[in-house]
């Protein structure tokens, strides 16, 4: 009898053991699990404004949204630091939606680029190096002339960033093409006045590091690299306008 009940009692805790065994996931398949991967939109979010400080509002594609939430930290308590709700694109596109991106709200300091959108080489709508070239230089910077008019009557201090570096092999852009494009918006930043800030030079020389391969993209460090930039120049800008 009491043989009988200790084989039972074997017999049950094996059971538990193995619905145990098949609840829990394999420690292969836990080690290797994917982790979710941030929503790339929450960039794009609303932020609430601290009356007290400055409303600073940045303006650019894909690079800009890299470099977004670093600037806001390192500006934190000193600015307001906003993003147009999208990827920028190109200069075309800036011309349509600036209205709706200034919004009614005033601003004190206002950081902009265009230049990768419009450099690119697309054909038959897609991306392709051996098609045309979206724009010119010359008409890119024909675009530029009326975004920084138009940017001028907000009455916010503006800061031009100069296009990042396109590497060999970045698909539909052609390496150099950066340097045609930030000339061309040079000449219109000085016939404005506008500040220059000069994120193509200041990254060149780091781009092993910072970049991704083949792909005008930058790395998460490479992004607060640029985000250190950013920030000095919007920090400087402010510290002339008083705090404001």
């Given at each position: 009898?009491?043989?009988?009940?200790?084989?039972?009692?074997?017999?049950?805790?094996?059971?538990?053991?193995?619905?145990s065994a098949?609840?829990?996931?394999?420690?292969?398949?836990?080690?290797?699990?994917?982790?979710?991967?941030?929503?790339?939109?929450?960039?794009?979010?609303?932020?609430?404004?601290?009356?007290?400080?400055?409303?600073v509002?940045l303006?650019?594609?894909?690079?800009s949204?890299?470099?977004?939430?670093p600037?806001?930290?390192?500006?934190?308590?000193?600015?307001?630091?906003?993003?147009?709700?999208m990827?920028?694109?190109?200069?075309?596109?800036?011309l349509d939606?600036?209205?709706?991106?200034?919004?009614?709200?005033?601003?004190d300091?206002?950081?902009?680029n265009?230049g990768?959108?419009?450099?690119?080489?697309m054909k038959?709508?897609?991306?392709?190096?051996?098609?045309?070239?979206v724009?010119?230089?010359?008409?890119?910077?024909?675009?530029?002339?009326?975004l920084?008019?138009?940017?001028?009557?907000?009455?916010?201090?503006?800061?031009w960033?100069?296009?990042?570096?396109?590497?060999?092999?970045?698909?539909?852009?052609?390496?150099?093409?950066e340097?045609l494009?930030?000339?061309?918006?040079?000449?219109?930043?000085?016939?404005?006045?506008?500040?220059?800030?000069d994120?193509?030079?200041?990254?060149?020389?780091?781009?092993?590091?910072?970049?991704y391969r083949?792909?005008?993209h930058?790395?998460?460090?490479?992004?607060?690299?640029?985000?250190?930039?950013?920030?000095?120049a919007?920090?400087?800008?402010?510290?002339?306008?008083?705090?404001?």
């Amino acid at each position: 009898m009491k043989y009988r009940f200790v084989l039972m009692a074997l017999a049950l805790v094996l059971v538990l053991s193995a619905i145990s065994a098949s609840a829990a996931p394999p420690p292969s398949r836990a080690r290797n699990a994917v982790k979710p991967k941030a929503d790339p939109s929450a960039v794009f979010a609303e932020i609430t404004d601290d009356p007290k400080l400055p409303r600073v509002l940045l303006i650019g594609d894909s690079i800009s949204m890299g470099y977004t939430f670093p600037v806001r930290r390192m500006l934190a308590g000193k600015a307001n630091v906003h993003r147009v709700p999208m990827n920028g694109g190109d200069t075309a596109r800036g011309l349509d939606q600036l209205d709706a991106w200034l919004g009614e709200k005033p601003w004190d300091v206002i950081h902009f680029n265009f230049g990768l959108h419009d450099l690119k080489h697309m054909k038959n709508g897609r991306a392709d190096p051996r098609g045309d070239q979206v724009r010119s230089p010359e008409e890119y910077a024909e675009n530029l002339d009326k975004l920084v008019v138009r940017l001028k009557a907000t009455g916010a201090t503006l800061i031009w960033a100069t296009t990042t570096p396109v590497p060999a092999g970045a698909g539909n852009r052609v390496a150099g093409d950066e340097i045609l494009f930030n000339n061309a918006a040079a000449k219109i930043m000085k016939r404005h006045g506008v500040k220059v800030n000069d994120l193509c030079t200041y990254v060149a020389p780091h781009l092993a590091k910072y970049q991704y391969r083949r792909n005008v993209h930058f790395n998460p460090k490479g992004s607060e690299f640029l985000g250190r930039k950013v920030a000095d120049a919007i920090s400087a800008v402010l510290a002339e306008r008083g705090g404001r």
